[in-house]
């Protein structure tokens, strides 16, 4: 009866420490790390994502024009405690501040950020094809239509 008994708070222990781990979901979006870009006729927007801390990457959307970058949004992906989200800063928008998408998924292949309460998007998602291709997409409902734009872009090598 003692065996059992200690083998049963032994079990309880090991899960529970298991269990109270902290996600690590930033590891799966590490996959973004590097230089993509979306070609357009108008010509190429790039996105760059660079490896912070442990717990944070880092990111920018911009165009090259000439000799000048433009620079659209700075973006921060952060793992706060078992949370991940998504900061963009949009210059000139929501008074230069961050807006915070959560994530709904994170994986190898896939990242899903959602914040229902914001104007426009309300979902923004990353989808891996390979190595050197993915697919980023901006969802949601804008003056009561839904709108979604979807953006292929290749790894800069």
């Not at 059992?4 to 979901?25: D, G, H, R, Y």
């Not at 980023?136 to 872009?153: D, L, S, V, Y």
Request: aromatic share 10%; proline share 4%.
């Amino acid at each position: 009866m003692y065996k059992k008994t200690v083998l049963a708070i032994f079990s309880v222990i090991i899960f529970c420490s298991w269990s109270l781990q902290p996600k690590n979901e930033i590891k799966n979006a590490e996959w973004l790390i590097g230089t993509w870009e979306n070609k357009t006729p108008n010509g190429s927007i790039y996105e760059t994502w660079a490896k912070v801390s442990d717990v944070e990457l880092s990111g920018k959307s911009y165009m090259l024009k000439e000799k000048d970058t433009i620079v659209f949004e700075t973006i921060r992906l952060i793992q706060e405690n078992n949370n991940l989200f998504y900061m963009p800063k949009v210059k000139n928008q929501n008074d230069n501040m961050p807006v915070r998408f959560k994530a709904k998924t994170a994986s190898n292949n896939e990242l899903i950020f959602e914040n229902p309460n914001h104007d426009f998007p309300q979902i923004i998602a990353y989808s891996k094809i390979n190595a050197n291709a993915l697919v980023a997409e901006i969802a949601g409902t804008k003056n009561g239509k839904e709108r979604k734009q979807i953006f292929p872009m290749s790894r800069v090598k």
